[in-house]
């Protein structure tokens, strides 16, 4: 079993930053691909992040990317979002999300597909104001 569990979440004004972690604890950490999805109210979770096992591969919506860059720490088994150049709206849950799929073409291919991912945590909110 694996438990992720997120943080760094708050109210922000437009074009500042935050940065989110997810602290996962249990099976190898390192072996996962690595998600970040959001949902704003009355919207369908969206993906928003991903980032393979070794690091070396990054996957963005285009909605986020040259704003948000995901990364992670191993050694830490921790996944970091961060935000920049925040946008209302980018108001959401914010959610981290763990795949055991470890194919080399899966961030480029299917690593936006939430059904893709085995575990959860349960959600940050990030509140951006205009």
């Known amino acids: 079993q694996v438990q992720l569990v997120e943080s760094g979440g708050g109210l922000v004004q437009a074009g500042g930053s935050l940065r989110l972690s997810c602290a996962a604890s249990?099976?190898?950490?390192?072996?996962?691909?690595m998600g970040w999805f959001r949902q704003a109210p009355g919207k369908e979770r969206e993906f928003v992040a991903a980032i393979s096992w070794s690091g070396g591969d990054t996957s963005y919506a285009d909605s986020v990317k040259g704003r948000f860059t995901i990364s992670r720490g191993n050694a830490k088994n921790t996944v970091y979002l961060q935000m920049n150049s925040l946008k209302p709206e980018d108001t959401a849950v914010y959610y981290c999300?763990?795949?055991?799929?470890?194919?080399?073409?899966?961030?480029?291919?299917?690593?936006?597909?939430?059904?893709?991912?085995?575990?959860w945590g349960q959600g940050t909110q990030v509140t951006v104001s205009s």
């Open positions: 249990g099976r190898t950490f390192s072996s996962f691909t």
């Open positions: 999300a763990a795949s055991t799929i470890s194919l080399p073409n899966f961030i480029a291919t299917m690593s936006y597909l939430d059904d893709e991912y085995d575990y």
